[in-house]
């Protein structure tokens, strides 16, 4: 958030700019916008921590920060890129509100080429046909800064429940 604030200023500064004012050194902008997102992201992993920990859940991180746990093992074939997947999900906020769920219905997409948050393609490449899988998603893997502008604020962490039920070419 605070990366936010610090890219707003900077556009007041440049905005309020006439003759006889000097805009600050882009060099130093942007070592204070870097600084503040490094700083969001620390405090946003030491919540995914704290949140994993009070549930009590055995997540593997990857080096994306994506944390997954296969609490249902399944005993399909692997999912691969260029595949297309059928899957059922729920998305949720860590504080447990559902933002999205599709249990009836299930969605379908193509892993790597769709546009569905990254983190979702990372971790359906994770997964097995029939697999069932816990994954928290830091916001830079989910919807980011912007949120979604419905359900999901902007840079959430989510917690995706996802059942991977069918594999096609």
Not at 45 to 53: P, S
Not at 68 to 81: K, V
Not at 145 to 162: C, E, F, M, Q, R
Request: charged content about 20%; proline content about 5%.
């Amino acid at each position: 958030m605070r990366s936010l604030y610090v890219f707003a200023i900077g556009c007041l500064l440049w905005s309020c700019r006439g003759p006889g004012r000097e805009l600050p050194d882009s060099g130093v902008l942007q070592e204070e916008l870097i600084e503040a997102n490094r700083n969001r992201h620390q405090g946003e992993k030491a919540a995914i921590d704290a949140f994993v920990k009070e549930k009590g859940w055995p997540v593997t991180e990857t080096g994306s920060g994506l944390r997954y746990w296969i609490y249902e093992p399944g005993n399909g074939p692997a999912a691969r890129m260029e595949q297309r997947v059928l899957l059922t999900y729920s998305i949720s906020l860590t504080d447990g509100t559902v933002c999205y769920r599709n249990d009836g219905t299930p969605g379908a997409f193509v892993i790597g080429r769709d546009q569905v948050e990254s983190g979702l393609h990372e971790l359906l490449l994770l997964m097995h046909l029939g697999d069932r899988a816990r994954a928290i998603m830091p916001s830079h893997l989910a919807f980011g800064l912007t949120g979604d502008s419905a359900k999901i604020p902007p840079n959430a962490t989510l917690v995706y429940d996802v059942h991977l039920i069918g594999l096609e070419e």
